[in-house]
């Protein structure tokens, strides 16, 4: 009888024993999924506030596309970076949490070019008679605001978007990536420089006085194009329209737009994303330049990065 009670109570211990150990496994168990469940919906969180990002850049860029072009400015490079945000936007859905972060710096740089155009549209409407000095603040105030507003409006709707697939799209990708990889010359001048070395920069030049033409810029920064040797060729055009060239002195041929096209000089630079200044010299010495305006057109890896103009007395 004893020996009956004895088992019993081992059986009851026993029951025990395994009861609290299927508990622990099973708060254990409930605590795994509740912490996946967590990772996954911080995932996705994250994911839809990039892309929301993402979408409001693209929103932007779009915008100042069609101002630039309506006031006559170069969109190429615009156009390149709207390419490269579809790449990031595409390639986004397969990131993982480690890779998210890296979004951030991406997102900086889109958003410091999208500030740099809002100066360069200020300059376009200048030249066009829009802005005058007195009214350039307000007016750039509220082109902020309205670009601000449409990112709000653009966000709203993304938020209510679920993360969907994004198609590969055009077909023009590969001549886009060339051109968002194209320099941009900003701030042109050009002086003359006299047989003893002495520059002068004036309204006119006197072209009897020329013996070498300085042309002198700077390269505008660019967080796509790569850190490399650049050859920037130069042409200076007369008022016909004829290009100065001498190939004794540097002068020769380039391909641009599919036509072979003479150029006056030409310079390797190594560019440096810095806002660099360049000046390349045509030392055309012992032939004066006729009176007239003359245009000079800066060229690299066949587009036109940069025009300027001089004229001679």
């Not at 490269?84 to 979004?103: G, R, T, V």
């Not at 070395?197 to 390269?219: A, P």
Request: overall charge positive.
């Amino acid at each position: 009888m004893e020996s009956t009670n004895n088992s019993s109570k081992i059986a009851i211990i026993v029951l025990a024993v395994l009861t609290a150990i299927l508990g622990v496994l099973y708060f254990r168990s409930n605590q795994l999924t509740n912490l996946q469940a967590s990772t996954i919906e911080e995932k996705a969180t994250e994911l839809a506030n990039t892309r929301t990002q993402l979408d409001s850049i693209s929103t932007q860029l779009d915008s100042k596309i069609a101002e630039i072009k309506a006031l006559g400015g170069q969109v190429a490079d615009l156009e390149a970076l709207k390419v490269q945000l579809e790449q990031d936007k595409a390639s986004l859905k397969s990131s993982n949490h480690a890779a998210i972060a890296s979004y951030e710096s991406k997102i900086k740089e889109y958003n410091l070019v999208l500030t740099q155009k809002d100066g360069e549209i200020v300059e376009l409407k200048k030249q066009n008679g829009i802005l005058t000095e007195n009214n350039q603040v307000l007016t750039t105030q509220n082109s902020s605001l309205n670009t601000e507003n449409s990112g709000l409006k653009n966000q709203n709707k993304s938020l209510a978007d679920t993360l969907s697939d994004v198609a590969a799209k055009n077909k023009e990708l590969a001549r886009k990536v060339s051109i968002a990889a194209a320099l941009k010359a900003q701030n042109i001048r050009v002086l003359a420089v006299n047989a003893k070395g002495k520059e002068t920069e004036r309204s006119k030049l006197n072209g009897k006085r020329i013996d070498k033409l300085k042309v002198v810029f700077s390269l505008a920064t660019n967080p796509i194009t790569k850190l490399e040797n650049k050859t920037i060729y130069v042409r200076v055009l007369d008022g016909d329209g004829a290009t100065l060239s001498d190939e004794s002195i540097g002068s020769g041929k380039i391909n641009l737009n599919g036509k072979d096209t003479p150029y006056t000089t030409k310079q390797v630079i190594t560019y440096t994303n810095d806002n660099q200044e360049v000046s390349v010299t045509y030392p055309r010495g012992g032939v004066a330049y006729k009176p007239g305006k003359y245009e000079v057109e800066l060229i690299s890896e066949g587009f036109v990065v940069g025009k300027g103009a001089f004229e001679v007395k």
